[in-house]
C-alpha cells in the first residue's frame, strides 16, 4: 500500500469518525466554563499542592453549576503533553497545570494555542506568555511565622530544616524559616538537611534523627511525602514538628504544632472565578499573607500564647512592610544546602 | 483423529483465540467494576474507544504510546523464550534512555543522520551492559538473576538520577528534569506532515523501527543457529550442556540482546515523545509494562507487537477516561484480568487432559 492509499484510508476514516471540536475563546464573560487540570507525576491525591488545587476546584464546581471541573493524571513526564492537548481538544476553557515540571510542555501549548487560557503552579519562566497565568507563593513569609514558632518553642536553641529538594522555589521555605526563627532567637543554630527526594520518608527519617541526636527539639520539613519520615521520627522522639503544605496536625496532633500552608486551591479557585466572569490575565500572580494565599495553619492549640501574639506581631509587621522575608541565598547566608 | 474438536480444543489449541477471549474476559470484567461503581458502562467504555479510534490524532497517540512497550515487550519476550526471566527491562530501560538523552545533549550538534543512529547505539549498550553484569553476577557466583535485577533496576533508577543532576545535562529551567534532547536527535516526524495528517505532535517514526525490530528478533529466535541454542538452553541447561553449548555465554548472550532492546525501548521514548528524562520520585513502570506486554503477546514477537500497540492504546484511551467520571485504574483492572487468563491457558490444556486421560492418557493432539 502506498503512501497515498494509506492517508487516504485514515482521512475517510476520520470523516467518518468526526473530528473534535476546536476550542473557542469569548472576550466577554461566558454562561459556563470548563476548567482541566493536569497533574504532575505526583498523581491527584499526593497529598500536597495537586490534592489541595483539586479539592479547591471541586468545592467551587459544587457550589456553582455554571463551572465544570475535569482532571487527568499524568504517570510520566511524557504525559503532560499529551494530556494538556486533550483538554484543548475537547475545548476546555482553562488548563490548569499543576507544578513546575510542567513548564515545558505549558509553553509549548501556549505557544501553539495563543488562544487557549493556561494557569501553572509555581513556575514563573511562563510569565512572559499572555495566555500562561502563573501561580507563584510567598512561601518564605509562611515560612517565617513557623521559623518565629520554633526559635520561640526550642529549649535547646537547636532547631532543624528539612527540605525535599534544592530548587531556588523549594529554598524559599528554608531562607524564611531561618530568618524567622533568628528573629526572635538570635542565637539559634538551624541544621539543615536536603532529603533529594519528596517521596523518601526513610531517608528523611534518618536525617531528622541524626538532627535530633545532635539536640535539635523542633524540626520543620518541606519535604513533600518525605515528611511523612520527619513527622514519625519527631513523634518517636518526643520533640516537636512543624508541616508544610496543609495543616498537617492530623498526622500527629501531639507533635505537629503548627504547619506553614500554602493555599494552591484559593489560587486556582480566584483564576477560575476570574475567567467565569471574564476577566483573565497572563504573567505572574503572587499570592502571599495579604490575600490568605499562604499562611500559619490554624491550629495552635500547643502554643503558649506568647508565642501566638508573636506569631501575630511577625504577621503584622510582614504585612506593614517592616518586615521583608529573605528571597535570595544573599540575604540569608545560613542557608547552607546545595 | 475421529473425534470432534470441542470448545475447550480450540482454546488450548490456539493462542491467538485464547488471547482474544481474555480480552473480552477483561473488558467483562472492568465493566463489572464499572456497574459496581454506578458509572454508565456504556458512557465509559464509549469515552475509551472515542479517545483511541475517533481521529488520526487519536489513533497516532495510540502508535505513539505504544512503540516503546513493542520494543520492552520484545525484550521481555525474547528473555522467557532464552530461559532467564528478565524482570530487569525497567533498569535497562532507564539506563538506555539516560544514555540517549546524554547522547543526545552533548553531541547535539551533529547532523540527524549521524546521531539519531548514535543515540540508539548507545541506548542498545548501556541497555545491553546492564543485562551482561547481570548474567556474569549469575555465571560467576550464582545469583539468582531476579534479586540482582530488582536491585539492579534501583541502581538504574537513582544513576539517572544522579546524572540528570550534572550542570551540563540539568534543566536550564526550574524543571527537575534534564535538558531537552537536540531537535536532531528528536525522531519526530516533519511539521507539515503532521498538519496534513492531523497527527499527534510527538508522532514520530519510532514505530517502523519496533516492527523492524519485531521481525529481526523474530527472525534470530525462529531462523538461526543462535536462536536455536539460546531457546535449547531455555528448555533445558542440562541438555543443551550435554549437546554441546556453552550455557554460560548463551545466558549472557540472551540477556545481553534482552537488555540491548529494553535499551532502546528507552531510546525510542525519549526520542519520541519525552524529549528529556525527569528526575524520577517513583518508577515510571516501563520495564514492568514490557512483561504484561510479553504475556499479553505470548512471547511471540509479532504477538508483542500487537500486544504492545493494545496496551499503548489502552494505557492514551484509559487516561481520558476522568473526562466522564470514570477512574482510570479500570484500564488497570482490564489488563491485569487480562494477563490472568492469559497465564492460566495452562488450564485449558489441563481441562482436556482429564477429559481424556481416561481413554487415551494424555495424548497430544
Known amino acids: ?338 | 483423529m475421529d473425534k470432534k474438536r470441542t470448545l475447550i480444543d480450540v482454546i488450548a489449541d490456539s493462542k491467538f483465540i485464547h488471547t482474544i477471549l481474555s480480552i473480552l474476559i477483561g473488558f467483562l470484567v472492568g465493566a463489572v467494576f464499572l456497574a459496581i461503581m454506578k458509572i454508565p458502562v456504556g458512557e465509559a467504555y464509549g469515552m475509551l474507544f472515542k479517545s483511541i479510534f475517533s481521529n488520526t490524532k487519536n489513533l497516532s497517540y495510540c502508535i505513539v504510546y505504544g512503540t516503546p512497550y513493542i520494543v520492552v515487550g520484545l525484550s521481555v519476550a525474547f528473555s522467557f523464550r532464552t530461559g532467564v526471566f528478565n524482570i530487569g527491562a525497567e533498569g535497562q530501560f532507564v539506563i538506555g534512555s539516560m544514555a540517549a538523552c546524554v547522547t543526545g545533549i552533548l553531541l547535539g550538534s551533529l547532523p540527524k543522520i549521524l546521531l539519531i543512529p548514535l543515540c540508539f547505539l548507545a541506548a542498545a549498550a548501556a541497555g545491553a551492559v546492564w543485562g551482561v553484569i547481570v548474567g556474569f553476577l549469575k555465571n560467576k557466583w550464582g545469583i539468582n538473576e531476579v534479586l540482582s535485577m530488582i536491585m539492579f533496576n534501583w541502581i538504574a533508577f537513582y544513576l539517572s538520577n544522579f546524572i540528570a543532576d550534572f550542570p551540563a545535562i540539568h534543566n536550564e529551567g526550574t524543571a527537575e528534569a534534564t535538558r531537552t534532547v537536540s531537535d536532531n536527535a528528536r525522531t519526530l516526524l516533519p511539521a507539515g506532515l503532521i498538519e496534513k495528517l492531523n497527527l499527534c505532535p510527538t508522532a514520530n517514526w519510532g514505530i517502523l523501527v519496533a516492527i523492524i525490530l519485531t521481525v529481526v528478533v523474530y527472525f534470530i529466535i525462529e531462523k538461526t543457529t543462535l536462536g536455536y541454542e539460546l531457546k535449547a538452553v531455555g528448555f533445558n541447561k542440562s541438555a543443551a550442556d550435554y549437546g554441546g553449548i556453552s550455557v554460560n555465554r548463551s545466558i549472557l548472550t540472551a540477556l545481553a540482546i534482552s537488555g540491548a532492546l529494553a535499551g532502546l525501548g528507552g531510546a525510542l521514548q525519549l526520542l519520541g515523545m519525552g524529549g528529556r528524562v525527569s528526575i524520577f520520585t517513583a518508577q515510571e513502570g516501563f520495564g514492568f509494562a514490557g512483561i504484561v506486554v510479553a504475556l499479553i503477546g505470548v512471547s511471540q514477537p509479532f504477538g508483542v507487537l500487537l500486544a504492545g500497540l493494545f496496551y499503548g492504546a489502552l494505557t492514551y484511551g484509559g487516561g481520558k477516561l476522568n473526562l466522564v467520571k470514570a477512574p482510570t485504574q479500570v484500564v488497570d483492572i482490564i489488563v491485569g484480568t487480562v494477563v490472568f487468563f492469559i497465564a492460566i491457558s495452562s488450564v485449558f490444556g489441563a481441562i482436556r487432559y482429564l477429559k481424556k486421560s481416561p481413554q487415551k492418557g494424555g495424548s497430544k493432539s
Open chain 1, 1 to 338: 500500500m502506498n503512501m497515498k492509499k494509506i492517508s487516504a484510508v485514515i482521512l475517510a476514516a476520520s470523516m467518518v469518525l468526526g473530528m473534535m471540536p476546536m476550542a473557542a475563546v469569548a472576550d466577554e464573560a461566558p454562561e459556563s466554563i470548563k476548567v482541566g487540570m493536569v497533574t504532575d507525576a505526583g498523581g491527584i491525591n499526593d497529598q500536597s499542592f495537586n490534592q489541595s488545587a483539586w479539592e479547591g476546584l471541586e468545592a467551587l464546581a459544587e457550589e456553582n453549576d455554571a463551572i465544570e471541573v475535569n482532571y487527568l493524571e499524568s504517570a510520566t513526564d511524557a504525559d503532560y503533553a499529551a494530556n494538556i492537548q486533550t483538554f484543548i481538544d475537547e475545548g476546555y476553557d482553562l488548563i490548569i497545570c499543576g507544578g513546575f515540571m510542567l513548564a515545558g510542555a505549558t509553553r509549548e501549548a501556549a505557544e501553539a494555542n495563543p488562544d487557549q487560557k493556561f494557569a501553572i503552579v509555581d513556575d514563573a519562566s511562563n510569565a512572559d506568555l499572555e495566555n500562561v497565568a502563573c501561580l507563584m507563593f510567598s512561601q518564605e513569609q509562611a515560612s517565617y511565622l513557623v521559623g518565629v514558632v520554633a526559635g520561640m518553642m526550642t529549649k535547646s536553641n537547636k532547631i532543624g530544616y528539612v527540605q525535599g529538594q534544592v530548587t531556588d522555589t523549594m529554598n524559599l521555605f528554608g531562607y524564611g524559616y531561618i530568618a524567622g526563627a533568628q528573629s526572635v532567637n538570635p542565637d539559634i543554630e538551624v541544621m539543615q538537611f536536603n532529603v533529594n527526594s519528596f517521596t523518601d520518608a526513610a531517608t528523611a527519617s534518618a536525617g531528622a534523627t541524626d538532627m535530633i541526636t545532635n539536640g535539635a527539639d523542633v524540626i520543620y520539613h518541606a519535604a513533600g511525602g518525605s515528611g511523612a519520615g520527619v513527622i514519625q521520627a519527631c513523634v518517636d522522639n518526643d520533640i516537636y514538628a512543624i508541616g508544610v503544605d496543609t495543616d498537617q496536625s492530623y498526622l500527629a496532633p501531639e507533635t505537629v504544632i503548627t504547619s506553614a500552608m500554602k493555599r494552591v486551591d484559593i489560587a486556582v479557585t480566584s483564576i477560575t472565578e476570574g475567567v467565569l466572569e471574564g476577566e483573565f490575565a497572563g504573567g505572574v500572580h503572587q499570592y502571599s499573607l495579604e490575600d490568605g494565599g499562604v499562611d500559619i495553619a490554624p491550629t495552635q492549640d500547643l502554643l503558649p500564647d506568647d508565642v501566638i501574639a508573636a506569631v501575630e506581631a511577625a504577621k503584622e509587621s510582614i504585612l506593614s512592610g517592616d518586615v521583608v522575608v529573605p528571597t535570595t541565598a544573599e540575604e540569608c547566608p545560613d542557608f547552607v544546602l546545595e
